[in-house]
């Protein structure tokens, strides 16, 4: 029987369930893949802290460094979540003493993988992360294994389960957006420091950073990333979006243009016929376009401490069965450097909101504005209040393809007249069915 | 660099996109996975055929055993798709000589899977075969690898492209049965002796078979399905049942209930908000339950042979990758022979159409006899054609939870009733939202 000792650093909602599953299907995986897992050490910040699983079971190691001095260990798994500190120097540390990591932490692969993933290949040792991406789904292999030889097109996703939760929240209870936000932490889908990376769109961008290299090729970049978070959606958005065809999700896409990397995390008007509009709640997906494959959807759990812990178990299956699979699916010396490219210059289609004074010929002005830029306007709801003079009417206008830079030229524009009373909201509207 | 020497036999629709693909992509998988695909010989029924590749660049062989003399030799692929003769003996002779094999062939692997996957393992070699289930989803790497290590509880899923086209397409454009399978053979989706085993659900059998064991380890027995094809469904019922709520799907689904193996292919009632309900045309998805994990959703292609090859290339990469994970995941000494559960026991709900004159007191009659046998009726929609008096009338009627023995035996009284034109429709409704 094949045997992995493996030692655990941080002991939250995903730790504790690692351990609490492992403990209850110690027998059927050994019996069902002959393989048996042994915790060696466990370390947390807080031992006296009430868990899931019995802490005493476990021997405790109070510096999580200290895990490495256990001989026999084959596999470190490091879940303390940090984006640099300790998590870092005892991921590259665990990788020098040729110890096979598995690890959570998007943030540290999406910032320091280029480093540890050239560390772990040199070492010949594995550096395993399907949990650091979309939880329970498992996409990584997915793309490592199962679709490695296609050439993939277009990568697709909703990559936070906390702002998809918000989102589907504001639309489907009308609620705003700062209440719907109370709602996530309450339920503990995010929390106050949590939420700033979450509605930021810097989490879903650390995904789509490790993303972007499985799919293309690249070396792991952060800095490839155009990230606009949720700031500028309100549920009066998501209400007209709908109107018109559309739901609005965070959507995190990568595609190699000319050979230049588009990695945009941002709000997205996507039509309600697209798969993506119809994941709802906590749930993430992805969406696939090959040569070979017109389309692959994957959905499921995002989040949580069972269905994310179910990944890092198949991550040890993964170094159970002894492949050859490199931990990015290529050499690291075959990544490529390719160049960002500026997404000013995508044409694309886009949902604008622009908040006006209640005065004769508004529309007529913004019309001839778009017309002098030569963009054209597919649709405009105007959508008085009559109750009140003093409110400030919407514009709704979805353009036909134009230019991001050239948008922005009469955006700024409009926003200078005194008519319009807030900053103009811009949300691009997904082309693909 | 890592080689394989391939050799194809059956060069339809897979087999020649297959070379096309390897033929378009063999410098990418060289430099991408650092392995080469060489073909060292084909077989075919006809070597005049026109075909997208040129078989003059290829050692052809007129009979396909005569691949298995190439010396250097790595992987049979059988893509000939015969239940037994030619198929059965080619796979099996390769497996004798401890030459890999890759399949699409589900009947095959229905029919004679126990013997062949043990075969593969005394010899050694792989058996492959994610192009035999679903097409293009990697449902079969997905099973074996990613979450090998859950319990999973159920799987549930849309298996055959052409049935799923055509119960849409009726639906979509309201067009009868038989029109809609004259489009599908147009549109090359099945042929005459295809549809039967299409439209019968064995299709969806075979690969159900297979999905069986890898979910819960069960001895490959493809006398475990019930199977029930689309042959009572009208375009009728689509609707209808789209007006309560549903769309009927040709549903696979296979759990372990009481230790007892359900495995159950059958026309079924789906939630408008179930996720299998919005999967159309020859689309195919399945639905996971784990004890890890709420949901996991695939979709993807389920046909077509650029799809279909891409999943026989990731077996190409499976076995360049070495992996000690075997053919089935398991080891077959460990797979379990369960007893085949009793499905009349089991509690559904049940949608009813039946066919009446139009007289007086038939419904009191009909749900009289539900009364006496105690099967309580959730709704009843009673649809007269008032435009012709001639005409059946169809009443249709969903009910609660009933066993399928008992419901069986108010059918029977029913059907013996001199108001009742027509075979009574029973399609079941599935509970899971």
Redesign the interface.
């Known amino acids: 029987m094949n045997q992995l000792n493996i030692c655990i650093a941080g002991l939250g909602n995903v730790g504790s369930n690692l351990i609490s ?1 492992i403990e ?2 110690k027998d ?2 050994a ?4 393989f048996l897992i042994n915790i060696k050490g466990i370390s947390a910040k807080n031992p006296n802290k009430k868990r899931i699983f019995k802490l005493k079971n476990y021997k405790w190691f109070h510096n999580p460094l200290d895990l490495l001095t256990i001989n026999d260990c084959n596999v470190l798994i490091e879940l303390i979540g940090d984006e640099k500190g300790i998590s870092y120097n005892l991921v590259k540390k665990s990788l020098e003493k040729k110890i096979n990591v598995i690890t959570a932490n998007k943030a540290l692969l999406a910032k320091n993988g280029s480093e540890l993933f050239r560390l772990a290949e040199k070492n010949n040792v594995l550096l395993l992360y399907e949990a650091a991406v979309a939880g ?3 996409i990584i ?2 793309l490592k ?7 993939i097109k277009r990568i697709s996703g909703i990559l936070n389960g906390t702002t998809n939760y918000i989102l589907t929240t504001m639309f489907n209870k009308n609620k705003s957006f700062d209440e719907v936000l109370e709602i996530a932490k309450d339920k503990g889908y995010t929390t106050t420091n949590e939420a700033e990376l979450d509605i930021g769109g810097l989490d879903s961008a650390h995904k789509l950073t490790l993303l972007t290299t499985l799919c293309f ?1 690249s070396v792991i970049n952060y800095n490839n990333n155009n990230v606009t978070g949720l700031a500028n959606i309100e549920t009066f958005d998501l209400i007209n979006a709908y109107k018109l065809g559309y739901k609005i999700k965070l959507i995190s896409e990568a595609s190699l243009i000319n050979n230049q990397i588009y990695c945009v995390t941002e709000p997205k008007l996507i039509s309600i016929n697209n ?1 993506l509009a ?1 994941v709802d709640g906590v ?1 993430n997906a992805i969406y696939l376009e ?12 995002g989040a949580g401490g ?2 994310t ?2 990944s890092v ?2 991550d ?3 170094i159970a ?5 490199k931990s990015l ?3 690291n010396k ?1 990544l490529i450097n390719f160049k960002k490219l500026d997404i000013s210059a995508i044409k694309s289609l886009y949902y604008l909101r622009i908040m006006t004074k209640d005065i004769a010929g508004v529309l007529s002005k913004i019309t001839s504005y778009f017309k002098n830029f030569n963009i054209s306007i597919e649709k405009i709801l105007q959508l008085p209040d009559t109750s009140n003079k003093e409110k400030p009417i919407p514009i709704i206008i979805t353009t036909h393809e134009v230019q991001k830079k050239i948008l922005m030229k009469v955006i700024n524009k409009i926003e200078k007249q005194k008519f319009v009373l807030a900053k103009i909201t811009i949300i691009q509207i997904d082309k693909n069915l």
Do not use: C, M, V, W
């Open positions: 599953t209850k299907n059927f995986i019996s069902k893949a002959s329970g789904i498992p292999r997915t294994q199962n679709i490695f030889l296609h050439n090729g798969p119809n749930l090959t040569d070979q494959l017109e389309s692959l959807f994957l959905e499921g759990e069972k269905a812990a179910s178990i198949s040890l299956y993964e069965s002894n492949t050859n699979i699916g290529y050499s075959k």
